[in-house]
């Protein structure tokens, strides 16, 4: 291995590597879906905004108008602070909205934290091919995909994946399809979606239930978590494991473990 024969440690590995997928991989796979995107409307007062803020832990909160299809503007924390130093917390919060920059989802992850610093800004509204919302993108995600995980005082300490053994990991449902393969040496797959919750709500065909699972390949993924209709938390198990530990043989555990793939009835 070349990497080990010029002495480069695992993290300066992986932080190449990191470097390298840049020009591979799609803003679509890495930003913060729509159903997550922390908004406020265009009515908003300065103190409105300002809780959000608080309450979500973003210092940059995207405004929109009507709904969160038509954002108009992205309000900034330092924008805030610097308002209340002669203003009133009851002051409208549009004045203080900045412009948006809009990106395609399947913009090249490299060119936009090119064209982030060429501008100047830290985030950008992720639109898909109707010109509605699809997420945004900020430039520590982006940094993120170079250097790891940057933790700061909001980020909760829970892991995104979790391994529980050589076969098996607990996921949050937000994590891209290409890292779960990465982390359990797995080759999952999915044209609908590029998170793996996004994979197992489109095998499942319906609203995530607790215990729902579906099989790929030779995963077995499982709904831990649920919160309203979006999935939280996943177990994924290479194999299917029994109580005991132990890998089930015949019909029965192969008809419990392909219940919902498609096209089956349960």
Do not use: C, W
């Not at 909760?156 to 290409?178: F, G, K, T």
């Amino acid at each position: 291995d070349v990497a080990e024969e010029v002495g480069i440690q695992e993290e300066e590995r992986e932080m190449i590597l990191g470097i390298f997928e840049l020009s591979e991989r799609t803003v679509r796979e890495i930003m913060v879906p729509r159903i997550d995107v922390v908004a406020v409307p265009r009515t908003a007062t300065v103190g409105e905004v300002l809780d959000r803020m608080v309450s979500s832990g973003h210092s940059r909160i995207p405004m929109f108008d009507g709904s969160i299809d038509n954002i108009v503007g992205v309000v900034n924390a330092k924008d805030i602070l610097r308002h209340l130093r002669h203003g009133s917390l009851d002051d409208p919060a549009e004045s203080l909205a900045r412009p948006v920059f809009f990106v395609p989802e399947s913009k090249r992850i490299d060119d936009l934290l090119r064209e982030l610093k060429e501008r100047r800004s830290h985030l950008a509204i992720v639109v898909d091919e109707y010109g509605g919302t699809a997420g945004l993108i900020t430039a520590e995600d982006l940094l993120e995909e170079i250097v790891g995980e940057l933790p700061d005082e909001y980020d909760l300490e829970e892991p995104v994946i979790e391994r529980v053994s050589e076969r098996e990991a607990i996921v949050d449902a937000r994590v891209s399809i290409h890292d779960v393969n990465h982390e359990l040496d797995l080759e999952l797959e999915d044209p609908e979606s590029d998170t793996i919750g996004g994979l197992v709500y489109h095998r499942l065909g319906k609203v995530p239930d607790v215990g729902d699972e579906v099989r790929v390949g030779p995963a077995t993924i499982s709904v831990l978590t649920t919160a309203g209709r979006r999935i939280k938390k996943l177990r994924v198990t290479v194999g299917s494991v029994s109580p005991n530990g132990t890998k089930p043989d015949g019909p029965e555990a192969r008809e419990r473990v392909d219940q919902h793939e498609p096209g089956r009835e349960p």
